[in-house]
């Protein structure tokens, strides 16, 4: 970030604006919403244009007129590029933080886009470099925003007190905020007074909360393809135990306050033993905390959930599964291949070559019905991909049998390859990389047709 995001107190100090016309009545506008004293200075004012009623306006010339005291900000608006960059320069010499209108190279701060819940603000800002992005997204933030959440904010704000009294600090007093916030934003409590709701919470909170755990799919890419409901465990989690494949920009999704552990999940390379593992999980859970096991993709698909899941339910644990995007569904929307087709494929076979401990196990798939006409997704298949393909030959699947290869399906580094079953091997070679990969056999992608030249197209045809 070049700029810092701060909300500046500016209460019982003045707000400073230069500017008697059309550009400074925008920002006279904004400053209104405060409970700063605002001082106007224009050489004139338009009064057509701007509205000066219960401010104080000096017809004065900006470069000359003497400052008042104790301001908290100036903005510099007078219509006039060069008098306004003056302006700004004397408001600096002054230690008066200033804005100039369009000229972020002579202002100290920048006016975000403003969502108004009074008391809740929401500021968006680009750093000046896409402003009408920033009031795109404005506009679908107030969407987002019930009306009705400055009031619940202000409720809330009148029983900190009470529940700093009642409740032990941390874990105690979040709880009781999320059960309080969560339904109030959603309108929950028109059947049950804000007041009730939050008597019934403290009772509960005044006890020791019981812990659970929550198996969440992170899905096979970024945070975009992640459920609600996974976006919402992660937010209140107390503690996050994520594998090394989840993206970054998911594990930002977790409070800064959150305990974060890497358990370094990846085929060939664990960072902890799963009995290490599951101690964790039940440690953590068993202390009263939220205790979310963020896997990569789907949690129930190679996602050895089963072990962890038993030993949860074995210490007498609450438990759920939040599904995720599995790696094949995200590598199939990548490339344009549909996993199953209308009296073509009307079966999908999902395999791994690898063990319990992550080692090579090709022997414990079934290769014979592997090797029928079903389309296969193959997981953790780049060491064995050349044994897979030489295993599926030589039972029967047919060479000139279609593959597609997915690298880092979903991410921004994804990568995509097409080859032959019979020159998988090579193709996997010749691919490299060395993120996780998807191998899709037998399905039909159509992305080939799309890339292809026309005339390429029509000879296929």
Not at 101 to 108: F, K, M
Not at 194 to 217: C, E, I
Not at 243 to 253: C, F, G, S, T, Y
Not at 358 to 383: F, H, K, Q, T
Request: with cysteine; hydrophobic share 50%.
């Amino acid at each position: 970030m070049k700029t810092f995001p701060i909300f500046w107190s500016v209460e019982g100090r003045t707000a400073l604006l230069f500017g008697g016309g059309s550009d400074a009545a925008a920002k006279l506008r904004l400053l209104q919403k405060t409970t700063a004293k605002i001082v106007v200075v224009a050489r004139a004012f338009e009064p057509d244009v701007i509205d000066l009623s219960d401010v104080e306006a000096i017809a004065a010339d900006p470069l000359t007129v003497a400052l008042p005291e104790n301001v908290a900000l100036a903005y510099a608006a007078t219509g006039d590029a060069a008098l306004d960059a003056a302006i700004a320069y004397r408001m600096r010499a002054a230690n008066i933080p200033v804005c100039a209108a369009d000229q972020p190279e002579v202002s100290d701060f920048i006016t975000p886009a403003i969502v108004d819940r009074d008391p809740v603000v929401v500021a968006i800002g680009t750093e000046g470099t896409a402003p009408v992005l920033a009031r795109e997204i404005k506009a679908r933030v107030e969407r987002l925003l019930p009306t009705h959440l400055g009031a619940v904010a202000k409720k809330a704000n009148a029983l900190r007190e009470h529940v700093a009294r009642t409740l032990a600090p941390g874990a105690p007093r979040r709880r009781f905020w999320h059960g309080l916030f969560g339904p109030a934003l959603d309108g929950a409590f028109e059947r049950e007074s804000f007041g009730r709701a939050a008597r019934r919470l403290l009772d509960v909170g005044a006890t020791k909360p019981d812990g659970a755990v929550s198996f969440v799919g992170a899905g096979a890419g970024g945070a975009d393809l992640l459920t609600e409901r996974a976006r919402l465990r992660i937010d209140r989690a107390d503690v996050v135990l994520y594998d090394a494949l989840v993206a970054p920009e998911i594990l930002e999704l977790a409070r800064r306050e959150a305990i974060m552990v890497n358990v370094g999940k990846r085929a060939g390379r664990h960072a902890l033993s799963q009995d290490e593992i599951n101690a964790l999980i039940v440690a953590h859970a068993r202390d009263g905390a939220r205790v979310v096991r963020l896997k990569g993709g789907d949690p129930s698909i190679f996602g050895r959930l089963a072990e962890e899941i038993d030993a949860v339910q074995a210490a007498g644990l609450p438990a759920e599964i939040v599904p995720g995007v599995t790696a094949a569904s995200v590598a199939a929307a990548s490339s344009l291949s549909p996993l199953t087709e209308r009296g073509r494929a009307q079966e999908l076979r999902i395999i791994t070559a690898h063990g319990a401990d992550g080692e090579e196990d090709i022997e414990s798939v079934d290769w014979a019905a592997a090797a029928g006409n079903a389309p296969l997704a193959v997981y953790m298949g780049r060491r064995t991909a050349p044994r897979v393909a030489a295993r599926l030959v030589r039972e029967g699947r047919a060479a000139d049998t279609p593959v597609v290869l997915v690298e880092n399906a979903g991410r921004s580094d994804e990568r995509i390859a097409h080859s032959a079953l019979s020159d998988l091997a090579a193709t996997v070679a010749r691919f490299g990389g060395s993120g996780p990969l998807m191998i899709l056999i037998g399905v039909n992608s159509r992305q080939l047709a799309l890339a292809a030249p026309a005339e390429l197209q029509k000879e296929a045809a």
